[in-house]
């Protein structure tokens, strides 16, 4: 793939921006390249600025659920800012915001807005703790709830390739207020519980963990964290960051039927924009300052610019019947990797939910973190140098899922099975 200029980006990039990049897994470190720098997206497509074309499975790491620049979002967001680009005092779209979320997940019966996931997830531990009065939390290895301090142990997503998930500067005293236990192992959490439990403010969990690769639950594992969680007081609280209105209008809570205490939200629901939320049972909720003893808060919190633009994308979405559609495409690119993989005599395992999908380079059962790094990394990067020479962007990490948006068809996802085929030969 040409890459003059951004090679020269890339340079100059790394003389004043830490590592070149905004977030680390931008970096391509782990598929032993240089990023490209991008000119425009639109649809399914981005253009770097040497001019190279390629279909796009991330989708901005996951917002870009109408594909790149879509119309309606365009013009939500036009119309807003000549209104006023941030005013710090309340405006009409974070009513229509909250309720809209109210009304797709019911177990939010209150929620706030704030600019990103990590602050999502941030605030809704610190909320549990000022609900309940305890200090401790559980997450699970391998999942990834943005880089909170008390949650960047044992995370997945760029802390899992960046060598170190426990990043530094993360005091030890706070990691010891976290308990890491494996996925998909309810008999742990319930130990734990039986030794502990009158300590223990919050059960945190990814929906679905897709952030080291894409991992399911078994059957009524998260049934099983609900019913633990509730016997000890404890607040589950479910990161829907990357699922929540991506997988379902309500998300996985939907999909499983399941009823968390607090939720974090993000990416899609800010289409595009820095937005974060989170929200849940109103009993909790209403521990927030103004009205109770929980502190939080943010200037551009609720940002017309950032709701017009989550409010049309997620408008737009219901309007197409957006979920029906991704699930159709989804399992159309299922049928054909599966059948490139059984041709090729590959015993790959392919995950997907809906939009959402994995190929893991490993025949093992995808059940945890263990499972997920068994994959062969060298021949995920063989497979990733080739297919952006076959002019398709997935994530460049064998970890991190892939996205279908609704600018994808299925003419392209045929494009990209024949670029797949190709690559997988190149393993
Ligand atoms: C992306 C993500 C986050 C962090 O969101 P940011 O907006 O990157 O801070 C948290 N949790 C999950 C599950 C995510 O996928």
């Given at each position: 793939m040409k890459n003059d200029i951004s090679s020269k980006l890339f340079k100059a990039a790394k003389e004043v921006i830490p590592g070149g990049v905004n977030s680390p897994v931008r970096a391509f470190k782990n598929v032993d390249g240089d990023p490209f720098f991008v000119r425009r997206a639109k649809g399914c497509r981005i253009e770097d600025v040497d001019g190279n074309q390629l279909i796009d499975y991330v989708g901005t790491w996951g917002p870009a659920i109408l594909g790149h620049a879509p119309q309606c979002v365009i013009d939500a967001v036009h119309e807003a800012a000549k209104e006023g680009v941030s005013f710090g005092i309340p405006n009409p779209f974070e009513v229509e915001m909250a309720r809209k979320i109210v009304q797709w997940l019911p177990s939010v019966e209150k929620v706030r807005m704030v600019n990103s996931g990590t602050e999502a997830t941030m605030s809704a531990v610190r909320l549990a703790r000022g609900y309940t009065g305890r200090d401790k939390i559980i997450k699970f290895v391998g999942c990834y709830h943005g880089h909170v301090d008390s949650l960047l142990?044992?995370?997945?997503?760029?802390a899992l390739t960046h060598g170190e998930p426990d990043s530094a500067g993360v005091p030890a005293s706070f990691a010891a207020e976290t308990i890491t236990l494996p996925y998909n192992d309810l008999e742990k959490v319930r130990a734990v519980f039986a030794e502990m439990g009158d300590q223990i403010a919050a059960v945190i969990v990814?929906?679905?963990?897709?952030?080291?690769?894409l991992i399911f639950p078994k059957e009524g594992y998260l049934q099983g964290l609900r019913d633990v969680t509730s016997e000890y007081g404890a607040v589950f609280i479910f990161d829907e960051v990357m699922t929540g209105f991506r997988v379902?209008?309500?998300g996985v809570q939907e999909l499983e039927g399941l009823m968390p205490d607090l939720t974090a939200m993000g990416k899609v629901i800010g289409g595009g924009l820095p937005v974060g939320a989170f929200g849940g049972k109103a009993e909790i909720m209403d521990y927030l300052a103004p009205d109770g003893p929980v502190y939080q808060a943010g200037t551009?919190?609720?940002?017309p610019l950032a709701m017009a633009a989550g409010l049309a994308q997620l408008h737009e979405m219901d309007k197409l019947d957006g979920y029906k559609r991704l699930d159709h495409l989804g399992a159309h690119l299922e049928a054909g990797v599966r059948s490139l993989l059984k041709a090729k005599g590959m015993d790959y395992r392919f995950n997907r939910v809906g939009s959402m999908f994995c190929l893991f380079f490993t025949g093992e059962e995808i059940v945890n973190l263990d499972s997920v790094m068994t994959a062969d990394t060298a021949a995920f990067r063989k497979y990733f140098t080739e297919m952006l020479e076959q002019g398709v962007y997935t994530?460049?990490?064998?970890y991190e899922t892939g996205f279908i948006s609704m600018a994808h068809s299925e003419s392209d996802i045929d494009t990209t099975l024949e670029s797949m085929e190709v690559a997988l030969g190149k393993v």
């Open positions: 142990v044992a995370a997945g997503s760029g990814e929906s679905y963990p897709a952030n080291a690769g379902a209008r309500g551009l919190s609720g940002n994530a460049p990490s064998p």
